[in-house]
Structures are given as C-alpha cells and as structure tokens.
C-alpha cells in the first residue's frame, strides 16, 4: 500500500511539475482568457486563509483577519475602480452574472446582450442562464466588420424592446461597446458590464469606463487581463442596485469566500494601483503589433478599418470551424496556445515583459506555421528559446 502512495503522489506532483515547465519554458501563450499572478500573490493564494470560513453574522470563530482582509481588498478595488461599492465576493465572473439575472429579471422576461455567434458570453444566452431562468434573450444588431454593436440599430431595439437587462460587453471584444450612445436608450432597465476580459484596461484607465458611461454595473473575472487569481468582483456606483446584490450574495450564490483568493486578490489590486496605466498601455501596443504583423504576412485578421484592436485580443478571420480547429492544434504542437475560436491575446505576453518587437517575431512564427512554411517541430524551437528569455514578470511588487 505504501508503494503504491509514494508512485500516486509522484505521478500527481510530476504532472503538476511538468505542465509549469511544459507552459512557462516551451509555450507563449496567447490565450486571452488567462494571465500569470505575481509570485507573492501565489504565496497569498497558498495561504491559510485557503483553509479557513467566516461569515457576517460571524457564525465561525476566528474570523478577525479574513474580515480585515476582505475589507481591505474592497477599498483597494474602490480605489483602483474610482467607484463607491465594490464586493469581491463572487467566486467567478459567472457569478456576477447569475447574480444580476437572479435578482432582477424573472421567467419570461427579456434581455438583451452581444450573441454568442458574434463573441457574446454563452453562459448568459440562450445557451445557458437564459434559458436556465426562462429568459428571452435578445441580441444587439451587430457588424462583423467593425467586430462591434452597429449603433444605430441597437438604439432602435433598446428603446423598443420591454427589456429588463442590458449586458455590454462580452468575449471577443477588440474594441469599446458603444456605451455613451447607447445607455441613455436602455432607460428603465438594469445596464451592467461585463467587463471579464477587459478589466485589466478598465483598471489602468484604458479601453472604457463603464461607470461614467451609463452602467449601473461594471463586473466580471479577476484573471484575464486583471491578472489576479481566478474568480469575480462587482462594481458600482448605483447604492440602490449594488445594495441589493450585497445583501443577496452571502448564502444566496456563495458560502465560503475563498479567502486565500481575495488575498491574493488585493496584492494585484495594490499592483494595479502601481502599474495599472503602464501596462494597460503595453499590452494594447502589443496587441497591436501582433494584429499588424500578422495582417502584413496576409494573415486575415478582423477589424483592419478600426486598427486591428484597442485591448489585449485579436481576432483572426477564419470562419470554417474545422480550419479553426486544425490551425490552433498546429499552434500548440509549436508551444503557441491559442483557443480555437482563433482569438489571440496579449496580456500575459506583456506580463512576462514582452515588448512590441517580440509580438512581430511571434507574428513571424505565426504566420509561417500557417501558410505552411514552417512545421511545427522546427518553430518549436523559436517559441522555446522566446519563451526561456523571458521567465520574470513585468508590472510587479516583487523584487
């Protein structure tokens, strides 16, 4: 019996071993869904508190510090979100979501977000929360083109409609929602955004800014381009609104906290208070640069008239599934990570402190793997000695 412990932990710790070697010396990630904490935030994550409950009426004993810290990260996040109300609560981006849609939609009424055909966030769809609650999902008009809402047609559904829940935002997104012209339209119903991909450029001033654009709501993941641990925070200015998400949160969609994750949290919120604006800005030159060296080796990518992108993703213009598919696993077999809707994204690029040149070399590698110049065997090679040149993080407290 013994034996047999001794080779399951060692199969368990080689693979956790091999796939932290496997995608921080032979990969370049690309996926724009996820990021790379700092190691002080790991440490935090590993903590304790990862051990530990509390609760408000406070049920369990010993609580005094998970408190403090939750306090703590919440006046960060106001601070660094320039907003009244802040809850990191939620364990998930979804879980802000289900949050808003439980407590102020019910069955058969109607809401309107970005379709998932167009890059809009499933779980909310017709493919998920929607028709889990009995929703009516409608969608904004939209121009695949411009890969955005077209204004004009949405303006025309958001005062028609007899809706009770507006969501801007959503997955795929290279460029700011029209929020300013579109929000006044929308009266009468909840507006929030979901700002999951795009809360790392919300942070350092970049991209939009929800709040002071007519969102009663501006929610989502802490690990995308925010490159905090996994999970979620809601934002607010609306006392009324945010109130009644606060009051319903505890017992009603979470228990446990998850403390070790809002202490790890608030080290990336005091991050973001540092270098929010600085690598905000680095990584949507790096977005960039990628989109234009990829489009200048002839590789489609969408949003050619509006400059390719203004936030940490791209989006390529393939549209057969199946090539979408064969050219990400191609990518991979050369130790580039993508997703298979061919989206690209920079931020954790831009985390282990690759600048603008880098983005055209992986352009470069890119683009020969795809028209057939290059196998895969052969750019591994490049993408491992990219990928072992830079191993430190950028944008970070620690030292």
């Excluded at 925010?226 to 109130?243: A, R």
């Excluded at 809002?262 to 080290?267: D, E, N, T």
Aim: include cysteine; aromatic fraction near 8%.
């Amino acid at each position: 019996m013994e034996s047999e412990i001794t080779t399951l932990v060692r199969r368990l710790t080689r693979t956790v071993r091999r796939h932290e070697e496997w995608r921080r010396q032979e990969c370049i990630t690309l996926i724009p869904s996820e990021n790379l904490m700092s190691g002080t935030a790991r440490l935090l994550l590993a903590s304790d508190f990862g051990h530990r409950y509390s609760a408000p009426d406070h049920f369990y004993m010993g609580s005094q510090f998970t408190d403090e810290v939750k306090s703590f990260a919440e006046d960060l996040a106001r601070k660094v979100f320039k907003c009244k109300h802040a809850d990191v609560s939620p364990l998930s981006g979804h879980i802000c979501n289900m949050a808003t849609m439980l407590l102020f939609t019910k069955k058969g009424d109607r809401m309107i977000s970005v379709s998932p055909e167009h890059g809009g966030y499933p779980g909310i769809s017709h493919l998920g929360l929607g028709r889990i609650l009995g929703l009516e999902n409608l969608y904004f008009p939209f121009d695949k083109d411009a890969v955005n809402i077209k204004t004009d047609d949405a303006a025309k559904l958001l005062s028609a409609a007899n809706h009770s829940l507006t969501v801007f935002g959503s997955s795929f997104i290279p460029f700011p929602h029209p929020l300013s012209d579109l929000s006044p339209k929308a009266r009468g119903t909840l507006k929030i955004y979901d700002g999951s991909h795009v809360l790392g450029l919300i942070a350092g001033g970049r991209f939009q800014d929800p709040l002071r654009e007519g969102c009663d709501l501006l929610m989502g993941s802490s690990h995308k381009s925010f490159f905090g641990p996994q999970g979620g925070i809601i934002l607010s200015n609306n006392s009324e609104v945010f109130t009644k998400i606060r009051d319903n949160m505890y017992l009603g969609l979470v228990d446990n906290l998850h403390w070790n994750r809002i202490a790890a949290l608030a080290y990336t919120l005091i991050e973001m208070l540092r270098f929010g604006s600085s690598y905000a800005d680095q990584v949507i030159r790096n977005t960039h640069a990628l989109a234009k060296g990829l489009h200048d080796r002839g590789l489609p990518v969408r949003g050619e008239k509006q400059g390719f992108s203004r936030s940490h993703q791209l989006i390529l213009g393939y549209e057969d599934p199946q090539e979408k598919i064969r050219i990400a696993e191609t990518l991979e077999k050369a130790g580039i990570i993508t997703d298979k809707g061919i989206r690209m994204g920079t931020c954790e690029a831009t985390r282990r402190d690759m600048k603008d040149a880098d983005m055209d070399n992986i352009a470069d590698i890119i683009a020969d793997l795809i028209n057939g110049r290059s196998k895969p065997k052969d750019a591994k090679t490049k993408v491992v000695a990219l990928a072992r040149s830079h191993q430190s993080l950028a944008f970070t407290l620690d030292t």
